[in-house]
C-alpha cells in the first residue's frame, strides 16, 4: 500500500470520495431505475462525455462538456440528465474537483456496483465551458465512421470492439428516444443482454447467436450497429471475451483508458488502486487560555487488532517545551472506517484513530508524526510523511484558523421560528483596531433547473465576535452560515495592518459533522 506527502488536497479528496464516499448509495447492487439501472446511465454519460476527444490535437474528452450537448440527437436520454441532476445533488464538487472528475468516478462506481472490476482512479480533470464536437457513434452510422469515430477517440478496432461491449453489458434502448430501432412499443427499455450485471454475457449471448442486443437482432439493419462492431474482425476479439477474466481485465483497462481521456493540457494524478496506507485529517485547531488544541485523526488501513497510536510533536523551531522524542499524546478514541463498494470489493478495511493535543501556545508546533505499535514485540512504525513530519506552518496556519471549539450550534428566532446555524468563530493574530477579516463560501450544489450544474461561491461577511473578546493576541470574528445551506469549503482572508493571512478550501462540512462537542445554545 502507498501514501502521499500531506498535504494534497487533490489526492486526500480523490481517496476520500473513492473509498469514503457516498456515490455508492445510488449504484451498490446494481439499483434499478426507469427498467434500467442508474450505474448504465452514468456508464453512459461518462463515454458521451468523452467522445470530445480528438487524438490528433489533443482537445476534449471527459470534461462535462456534456453538460452543454445534451440537445444534441446523440445525446437523447433521460439518463443523461438524471445523471447530471445524481452528481449535482452529491454536492461533492469542489474548486479542484469538477463535474468532469465526478462523471469519472460516477462510472468507477457504476461499474463496481454492477459487480464489475474496480478502475483505477485518477483525479484532476478540467471543466469545459463550452460544447465539444457533436462525436458520439450513433447506431445508423457505418463500419468505417464508427472506426474513425474512435480513432479520433484514442482507440483503435480491436479497442472500439471491446469497449462497445464493456458499455453495453449494461442498461438497453429506450423504446420512446429511438423508435425505429426498438419497435415494439410494449417494451420501455430493451436490454442489452439478459442480466443487470456487469458480466460478459454481453459476448456469450452474441456468440452463441442467443444475443438480445437490438442493436444486433432489431428488425432494421441499418441500426444493427453492435453486430457490425462485433463482427468487424471475425469475432475474434469477441472470442478473446468469452473468458470471464479476459472480459473484466479488458473492460478494466479500457474503461480507465476512456474515463483518463482528457485534452492534453490537464495533468491526472497517477492511478488510485487502492486505499492510501495512512491519511490524516486536515488538523482543526482551537486557541484558550494559552493553549492550542489541535484536533486531527490518522486513518490506518488494515490495522492490526491491538494496535495502539501515538501522535508526536515537536516545538516551534529554537523553542524546547517537549522533550528531544516530542511531546506525545495518545490517541483519544478509534472510530472504524466505513468503506464504501470500492474499498470493499477490494476486501480493505481500515481504523481512524482520532486525537486532541493540548499544545503550550507559547512553544507551539511546528510539525507532527505518529507511531503505530502493534504491541506484538514487533518495532513501532512510524508515520512521518516520508521524513519530513506533517509541518505546521505558524504563517498562516496559526496566524488564521477556523477555532472550532469555539464555533458552535446556535439557534436564531427568525420572525417567530427557530433557525439552525452553524456559528463559526475566526481567530486571527492581530489586535481588532488593525485587523480585518472576510470570507467566501464555496457551494458545489447548483440550483439551476437544468444543466449546465456550475457550482457559485459566496461572499459571507465575518463580524467581530462580541461573545469571545480578544484573547492571547487572538481577535475573533465570527459569522452564522445556516444548516440547510449547501456551503461545503470557505476560503478566508485577514489582513492585520499591511500583512495578509488566507486559509483556502476549508472542509466546512466535515468540521461541521466531526464535532460532538459543538452544542446547541440559544
Ligand atoms: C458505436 C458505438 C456505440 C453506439 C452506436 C451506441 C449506441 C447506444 C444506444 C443507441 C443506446 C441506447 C441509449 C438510450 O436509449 O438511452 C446505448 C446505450 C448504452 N450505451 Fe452505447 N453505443 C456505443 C458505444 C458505447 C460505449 C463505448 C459505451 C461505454 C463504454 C456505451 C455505453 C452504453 C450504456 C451503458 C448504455 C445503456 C444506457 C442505459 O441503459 O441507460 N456505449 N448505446
Given amino acids: 500500500l502507498s501514501t502521499f506527502q500531506w498535504p494534497n488536497p487533490l489526492l486526500s479528496y480523490a481517496d476520500n470520495q473513492l473509498y469514503e464516499g457516498n456515490l455508492d448509495i445510488l449504484v451498490a447492487g446494481c439499483l434499478g431505475r426507469e427498467n434500467t439501472t442508474i450505474a448504465a446511465q452514468w456508464l453512459r454519460i461518462a463515454y458521451h462525455d468523452m467522445s ?9 474528452g471527459l470534461d462535462a462538456s456534456i453538460m452543454y450537448e445534451l440537445d444534441r440527437p446523440q445525446n437523447v436520454g433521460e439518463g443523461m440528465l438524471q445523471s447530471l441532476q445524481d452528481f449535482n445533488g452529491f454536492e ?9 472528475d465526478v462523471i469519472a468516478l460516477g462510472a468507477v462506481f457504476a461499474v463496481v456496483g454492477c459487480g464489475g472490476p474496480v478502475i483505477p482512479y485518477s483525479a484532476g480533470r478540467v471543466d469545459a465551458t463550452i460544447a465539444g464536437p457533436p462525436n458520439v457513434p450513433e447506431p445508423q452510422q457505418n463500419l468505417t465512421t464508427h472506426k474513425e469515430l474512435f480513432r479520433q477517440q484514442g482507440f483503435d478496432e480491436t479497442e472500439m470492439i471491446a469497449l462497445v461491449a464493456c458499455g453495453h453489458t449494461l442498461g438497453g434502448v429506450r423504446q420512446v428516444d429511438f423508435p425505429l430501432i426498438v419497435t415494439d412499443t410494449t417494451i420501455d427499455v430493451d436490454t442489452f443482454d439478459t442480466t443487470t450485471a456487469f458480466d460478459n454475457k454481453i459476448v456469450s449471448q452474441y ?72 491519511v490524516i485529517n486536515d488538523p482543526f485547531f482551537s486557541y484558550r487560555n494559552g493553549t492550542f488544541n489541535m484536533i486531527t485523526a490518522l486513518r490506518v488501513v488494515n490495522p492490526s487488532a491491538n494496535g495502539t497510536v501515538t501522535m508526536l510533536w515537536a516545538d516551534q523551531q529554537g ?37 486532541n493535543a ?15 505499535n502493534n504491541n506484538d514485540g514487533s518495532d513501532p512504525i512510524i508515520v512521518d510523511n516520508g521524513g519530513s513530519g506533517f509541518v505546521i506552518e505558524q504563517d498562516p496556519t496559526l496566524s488564521l484558523f477556523v477555532d472550532v471549539m469555539r464555533s458552535e450550534t446556535v439557534l436564531v428566532k427568525i420572525s417567530d421560528t427557530f433557525n439552525e446555524f452553524t456559528k463559526v468563530v475566526v481567530a486571527v493574530l492581530g489586535d481588532a483596531a488593525s485587523t480585518t477579516a472576510s470570507m467566501s463560501a464555496f457551494l458545489p450544489l447548483s440550483t439551476a433547473t437544468a444543466p449546465p450544474f456550475t457550482p457559485t461561491t459566496t461572499s459571507i461577511s465575518l463580524e467581530l465576535d462580541e461573545t469571545n473578546p480578544p484573547e492571547g493576541g487572538f481577535t475573533f470574528f465570527t459569522a452564522n452560515i445556516s444548516i440547510d445551506s449547501t456551503v461545503s469549503l470557505l476560503d478566508i482572508t485577514a489582513n492585520v495592518g499591511s500583512t495578509s493571512f488566507t486559509i483556502e478550501n476549508f472542509n466546512f462540512n466535515v468540521a ?5 462537542f459543538i452544542q446547541i445554545s440559544s
Avoid at 507559547?362 to 503505530?372: L, V
Fill in 52 to 60: 470530445t476527444h480528438d487524438v490528433d490535437d489533443g482537445t476534449g
Fill in 92 to 100: 461533492i464538487i469542489t474548486p479542484f474537483f469538477g463535474m468532469a
Fill in 207 to 278: 456468440l452463441q447467436n442467443t444475443s438480445q442486443d437490438i442493436l444486433i437482432v432489431g428488425p432494421n439493419v441499418t441500426t444493427q450497429s453492435d453486430l457490425r462492431i462485433f463482427s468487424s474482425d471475425g469475432n475474434v476479439t469477441m472470442q478473446s471475451l468469452l473468458s470471464a477474466d479476459t472480459f473484466s481485465d479488458t473492460c478494466a483497462a479500457l474503461l480507465q483508458r476512456m474515463i483518463n481521456t482528457v485534452p492534453s493540457t490537464v495533468n491526472l494524478t497517477d492511478p488510485i488502486t487502492e486505499p492510501f496506507q495512512y
Fill in 319 to 355: 523553542v524546547s517545551f517537549c522533550p528531544s522524542t516530542g511531546c506525545s499524546v495518545q490517541s483519544s478514541s478509534t472510530q472504524p472506517v466505513f468503506f464504501n463498494i470500492v474499498g470493499s470489493a477490494q476486501g480493505f478495511s481500515a481504523s481512524r484513530y482520532l486525537f
Fill in 358 to 372: 493540548t499544545i503550550n501556545s507559547t512553544s507551539s508546533i511546528s510539525k507532527f508524526w505518529f507511531e503505530i
Fill in 512 to 516: 461541521a459533522a466531526s464535532f460532538p
